[in-house]
């Protein structure tokens, strides 16, 4: 008999969340998840599922992703890496940009992948040093994989240009903002909760990163006076002096950049609005990645606003660094991580950590196809199902079954470790075995179930193909998957407009939310973008 939410009262059961981290990871998150009350994984007393978040800096394995149950998070989304290697990323900006015109994706400089376009770089360098007239164009050239300032060449003439692995070289931007006459760079935090749809948070507050010695064109191999990384900067010299305008170290909180700006009489809101949009784009050109549920990604957006206050994405971090140099590193990332926690939105229910709930099966909510119309009924209109947008929704996506535990939370199934370990989970090898042991479909049944769509899908053998590799085990087959992400509102289905400093800023509008939903349908969002930016002109000419 399956125990249901009504039979055990949970004002005598109070359990504590439990985090898992992979060696290396940050200890302040550490340090964060502790001052919340949670507990840290013990894989010595504990099994391998109990636990509700799981951090590390490498990817997850596909594996981890698969097997994810309902009380459980991640802290990667699958194939992120698309967007933070330079190279990568610079292939999927200038694709965006040939499909969607240069208006909207001027925001990254020209980058040439060394060494494949080292032809169209010299014809490029050739041009430039032949215009009559033209100031001289200044280069970059950065490692692909590397970052923290890591092999980092500025250079003017090429013959100064050297390198030994895959490169990218871009323009320098040599007329940056200079504050007291040191250049600065902003590290943009921005959490990512799905790809599919598409929803972004950014954080309110931020770091303003210094160079730690002033600007100056005539020394380009002076790392303290072009490079605002931290890693670097925290060994120089200047570092711990007191820099007039600039103070001691190197950084600042986006509350006091904003506030100097203002000083200034220049128009932040107007500033913030483009560097959402320049985030936006960049996320978009990098759609769909592979399904995946109840995971996250937090990216380290590097923006560097010019002295026409023109904001250039520099690059995208994975993994951006969550250690404690200074005070204002504890300011920002502490409280950017327990907005983090509170935005995974988890429930009481998810402490228990167990499967056995009514209506639930090896950690998913499974409805019969014959119930299909019923289910869909009772779904708000926000709620992704397979049904509705199977090119999002995955075997992998799960669902708490909250839904009879919501009313009444107070009494939760309390079974205890003995009675959970009555029903063994199944293994890899025990899967393979009972595959092995089915009996072998006739050749025309094979053909019919290969040419049979879930209901609602599209009928396209790329998709047929991407849903058969994501289909549950033969014993689930007879099953529709509905999954409610963690990151809706309980109230209207809808993305969390704000947790903390944590803002929603896609989707914007409920043209963006729609086109987003049924995969993404870049080309309608493209258009929604193109109308915020029209929108945010007439202020930018008022300004003037």
């Known amino acids: 008999m399956e125990m249901t939410a009504d039979d055990y009262d949970t004002r005598d059961i109070?359990?504590?969340?439990?985090?898992?981290?992979?060696?290396?990871?940050?200890?302040?998150?550490?340090?964060?998840?502790?001052?919340?009350?949670?507990?840290?994984?013990?894989?010595?007393?504990?099994?391998?599922?109990?636990?509700?978040?799981?951090?590390?800096?490498?990817?997850?394995?596909?594996?981890?992703?698969?097997?994810?149950?309902?009380?459980?998070?991640?802290?990667?989304?699958?194939e992120a890496v698309r967007i933070t290697r330079k190279d990568y990323l610079a292939r999927h900006l200038k694709r965006m940009k040939g499909a969607y015109g240069s208006a909207l994706y001027e925001f990254s400089p020209v980058a040439f992948i060394m060494p494949n376009d080292y032809v169209k770089f010299i014809a490029e360098y050739s041009k430039e040093r032949q215009s009559v007239g033209r100031r001289p164009s200044y280069w970059i050239c950065k490692p692909v994989d590397l970052s923290r300032g890591r092999g980092i060449l500025i250079f003017q003439d090429i013959k100064d240009l050297v390198y030994d692995c895959t490169v990218i070289v871009q323009k320098y931007i040599s007329n940056p903002l200079l504050i007291s006459g040191y250049k600065l760079d902003l590290r943009l935090y921005v959490c990512v909760t799905s790809f599919c749809p598409l929803t972004i948070y950014i954080y309110k507050e931020g770091l303003v990163r210094f160079a730690t010695e002033k600007f100056d064109l005539g020394s380009l191999d002076n790392v303290y006076a072009h490079l605002t990384n931290t890693s670097i900067n925290k060994h120089g010299a200047s570092y711990k002096k007191y820099k007039e305008g600039i103070g001691r170290g190197c950084k600042w909180t986006f509350s006091k950049f904003r506030s100097y700006l203002r000083m200034f009489g220049v128009d932040d809101v107007l500033l913030w609005q483009?560097?959402?949009?320049?985030?936006?784009?960049?996320?978009?050109?990098?759609?769909?990645?592979?399904?995946?549920?109840?995971?996250?990604?937090?990216?380290?957006?590097?923006?560097?606003?010019?002295?026409?206050?023109?904001?250039?994405?520099?690059?995208?971090?994975?993994?951006?660094?969550?250690?404690?140099?200074?005070?204002?590193?504890?300011?920002?990332?502490?409280?950017?991580?327990?907005?983090?926690?509170?935005?995974?939105?988890?429930k009481q229910i998810d402490t228990f950590r167990q499967n056995r709930v009514a209506g639930t099966k090896a950690g998913r909510r499974w409805v019969p196809w014959s119930t299909t119309g019923k289910s869909a009924s009772r779904e708000g209109?926000?709620?992704?199902?397979?049904?509705?947008?199977?090119?999002?929704?995955?075997?992998?996506?799960?669902?708490?079954?909250?839904?009879?535990?919501?009313?009444?939370?107070?009494?939760?199934?309390?079974?205890?470790?003995?009675?959970a370990r009555a029903h063994p989970r199944k293994t890899l090898t025990s899967q393979l075995r009972e595959r092995m042991n089915m009996p072998k479909i006739p050749s025309q049944a094979?053909?019919?179930?290969?040419?049979?769509?879930?209901?609602?899908?599209?009928?396209?053998?790329?998709?047929?193909?991407?849903?058969s590799h994501w289909l549950p085990t033969p014993d689930f087959s007879n099953y529709e998957l509905i999954t409610r992400p963690y990151f809706l509102s309980d109230k209207d289905q809808r993305p969390i407009a704000r947790v903390g400093d944590l803002i929603l800023i896609f989707p914007f509008n409920?043209?963006?939310?729609?086109?987003?939903?049924?995969?993404?349908?870049?080309?309608?969002?493209?258009?929604?973008?193109?109308?915020?930016v029209s929108q945010q002109l007439p202020s930018k000419q008022q300004n003037r």
């Open 14 to 78: 109070l359990r504590p969340l439990v985090f898992r981290l992979h060696e290396n990871a940050p200890a302040i998150v550490r340090e964060v998840l502790l001052e919340r009350g949670w507990t840290e994984f013990d894989k010595k007393e504990q099994d391998d599922a109990d636990w509700n978040l799981y951090w590390r800096n490498s990817p997850f394995r596909m594996t981890d992703h698969h097997s994810i149950k309902p009380w459980q998070r991640l802290n990667h989304y699958p």
């Open 274 to 346: 483009k560097i959402n949009n320049i985030v936006i784009l960049t996320l978009l050109a990098v759609t769909p990645l592979p399904v995946a549920s109840n995971c996250f990604e937090l990216f380290g957006f590097d923006i560097l606003i010019d002295d026409k206050f023109k904001p250039w994405l520099l690059e995208v971090n994975y993994n951006p660094a969550l250690c404690l140099d200074c005070s204002i590193d504890d300011t920002v990332k502490r409280k950017l991580l327990h907005d983090i926690v509170e935005l995974l939105n988890y």
């Open 381 to 419: 209109p926000g709620l992704p199902t397979c049904r509705k947008v199977a090119k999002c929704t995955s075997a992998s996506s799960v669902q708490p079954a909250l839904q009879a535990a919501r009313g009444s939370t107070r009494k939760v199934a309390n079974l205890t470790k003995k009675t």
């Open 446 to 467: 094979k053909a019919e179930a290969k040419n049979k769509q879930l209901p609602g899908a599209e009928h396209s053998p790329r998709r047929s193909a991407q849903l």
């Open 510 to 532: 409920e043209a963006a939310l729609q086109a987003s939903r049924d995969g993404t349908d870049v080309k309608s969002i493209i258009k929604e973008i193109n109308k915020l």
